[in-house]
């Protein structure tokens, strides 16, 4: 296997770059016959695999301490060397790279803390400086991950240095000489939109900054959601009601009327829990979910036109390595939230199915779309917020833990993300709503048939009498492992229609507080709505679905049992 060697000065940024360039599949080794650490990793590199070395940090290659030693005796080993140098303190570090060229490897440069060096006033002129070295030079923020798919790209066209060897004194004299020639220093402030990019990526100012943005971007689509519904969706509805009664006076009682136009809730069509083709079937999709996901690529189109969808990706990377993702997984997670539908959907931004696998199921698993949250604040909020944190606490533990199980188990590999992080940007409305109509509309193709698959499935269901045989075969678990009344059961199979129809069925049944929550949690683990589940068939493919429906099924009873004993005990 060939191996990448990452060189530099200490405190460079070589870990960092490490980091972005293998993903979170390290490996610590003592060096033979020593006690100096070194890690190891791996990467794809045209499309082969290969091994990446953060070596120790060294000044030069006549080594003063047992890490510079470790580290000029790696140096043969390497296939291709990344020599990695601080922009903002080039004349020091142009030194160890002198001395590099002179060993005759191939080698790259990452001209490493770019922007920190743009911030100081330092101008370097990239093209001169790698005219002069002879080995490609690229600028790389490490932290964010801007370079870092340019030097992978430039690692596959290096070549070996035409160099001579020189005295120590000549080294330096050629490091001042080169200096001077490519590197300019002028005195500059920061602007506000550095400072704000800084501060939005940085974790000790980035996680609370992305906290408040993302709540801001929440009440922006509940607000726009809301509206479309109330306003656009629902009068067109109204208008289409005479149609679809007087269609079910035409059909007539019988079993063709209960499929396409469901149940008279009151004497008559109720579009929310009719549960017919036509009726709920349409509507759903249309009134309830499309507002909201249209609403959600708005805001999400706005995050990444202005440049901050980069920076959370980059903020969340280290998190969602843990779980087996990179950084991009935050985009499926933020549509999750608005529907599930879009955000299975949107896992395809991830680069392998392993990432896949583990991103939907998690999303089917832990987040709760919006509209069902809508109603779990309206459930609980009234017994007070601490059972809505309940809910959401055991969610996001939840996503946690199983992201770390899944990350253990699941076979297959998790490449590392190579993220550009632009400069914050005034987004072009124009643009801007171009990409919301066509991601719309590829919600429109994908999802709506696979909707109405499953409002069919459900209504086969209840129509052969199999949805009460189901409810009788659950009962016992309902009563016995999660501690809720045995007509609970009903609703809680609604919940693959619509989870949010689910939720609000909860309240006739006079549940206490704690039982509301229970049921409620494992409303949201269990087997996703239709639609989602439809889609997940559709992403992952049969196999792979039954496998995260066994660990749905796996979670509800284990979760709630463990919060009945929690809140209700035996």
């Known amino acids: ?8 000065n200490p405190n460079v940024g070589k870990s960092v770059v490490f980091t972005r360039l293998t993903g979170a599949e390290v490996m610590i080794s003592n060096y033979p016959g020593t006690t100096v650490d070194y890690t190891r990793g791996r990467m794809k590199l045209g499309g082969e695999t290969v091994q990446v070395i953060d070596v120790p940090g060294t000044y030069s290659l006549e ?14 080993s390497g296939d291709v060397l990344v020599n990695v140098v601080d922009a903002t303190n080039l004349e020091r570090n142009l030194y160890l790279t002198l001395q590099l060229l002179e060993r005759s490897q191939p080698m790259v440069v990452a001209l490493n803390m770019w922007d920190d060096a743009q911030h100081l006033g330092i101008h370097i002129h990239v093209e001169a400086l790698q005219r002069m070295l002879g080995v490609p030079v690229v600028p790389t923020v490490a932290l964010t991950g801007e370079g870092i798919s340019e030097l992978v790209k430039r690692l596959q066209e290096v070549r070996v240095p035409e160099r001579h060897l020189m005295q120590e004194r000549d080294l330096w004299a050629e490091v001042g000489r080169i200096t001077s020639q490519v590197q300019k220093v002028s005195h500059r402030h920061h602007t506000f939109w550095e400072r704000l990019g800084d ?3 940085k974790p000790l100012t980035g996680m609370p900054a992305a906290l408040l943005i993302l709540a801001a971007a929440f009440v922006v689509v509940r607000l726009i959601g809301e509206g479309l519904t109330r306003y656009v969706m629902d009068p067109l509805f109204e208008l289409y009601r005479p149609l679809a009664t007087w269609l079910g006076k035409a059909l007539g009682p019988g079993l063709l009327r209960d499929f ?16 017919g083709l036509l009726t709920t079937g349409l509507y759903a999709p249309f009134a309830v979910v499309l507002p909201y996901v249209v609403a959600f690529y708005f805001v999400l189109s706005l995050l990444e036109d202005t440049g901050y969808l980069p920076r959370l990706a980059a903020l969340t990377d280290g998190l969602f390595h843990s779980l087996g993702m990179h950084g991009h997984a935050i985009v499926p997670v933020l549509l999750g939230f608005g529907c599930n539908v879009p955000g299975v959907l949107a896992t395809r931004v991830l680069e392998t199915k392993r990432q896949r696998f583990i991103a939907a199921a998690l999303i089917a698993i832990a987040v709760p779309c919006l509209a069902q949250s809508v109603i779990v604040f309206g459930v609980l909020g009234r017994y007070g917020l601490r059972y809505v944190a309940m809910v959401y606490g055991t969610l996001a533990l939840l996503y946690l833990t199983a992201g770390i199980v899944l990350n253990r188990v699941v076979g297959g590999e998790s490449p590392e993300l190579f993220a550009e992080i ?20 590829s919600y429109l193709a994908d999802a709506v048939p696979w909707m109405l698959a499953g409002v069919a499935l459900v209504n086969l269901l209840y129509a052969t009498g199999a949805m009460h045989w189901l409810a009788r075969l659950a009962q016992p678990v309902v009563q016995g492992v999660w501690g809720l009344p045995g007509n609970a059961v009903v609703a809680l199979l ?7 129809v689910a939720v609000g069925m909860l309240l006739p049944l ?16 269990y087997f996703p709505c239709a639609a989602t589940f439809a889609v997940l068939i559709k992403e992952l493919g049969i196999r792979d679905t ?15 049992g463990l919060m009945r004993l929690a809140l209700m005990g035996l």
Not at 1 to 8: F, R, S
Not at 66 to 75: R, S
């Open 546 to 560: 039954a496998k995260a429906a066994a660990l749905m099924v796996l979670l509800s009873l284990l979760v709630g």
């Open 422 to 441: 632009p400069r914050y940007r005034k987004p072009a409305w124009r643009t801007t709503a171009r990409k919301t109509w066509l991601r719309a509309k």
């Open 260 to 275: 396409l136009i469901g149940t008279l809730i009151n004497g008559k069509i109720d579009f929310l829990q009719s549960i």
């Open 1 to 8: 296997m060939k191996k990448v060697l990452l060189v530099g």
């Open 63 to 76: 080594p003063s301490n047992p890490a510079e030693a470790v580290a000029v005796q790696m140096l043969p």
């Open 199 to 201: 501060a939005t990526v």
């Open 494 to 500: 609604m919940g693959f229609l619509r989870k949010y």
């Open 510 to 525: 006079g549940m206490t507080a704690e039982q509301l929550t229970v049921a409620v949690t494992v409303l949201s683990i």
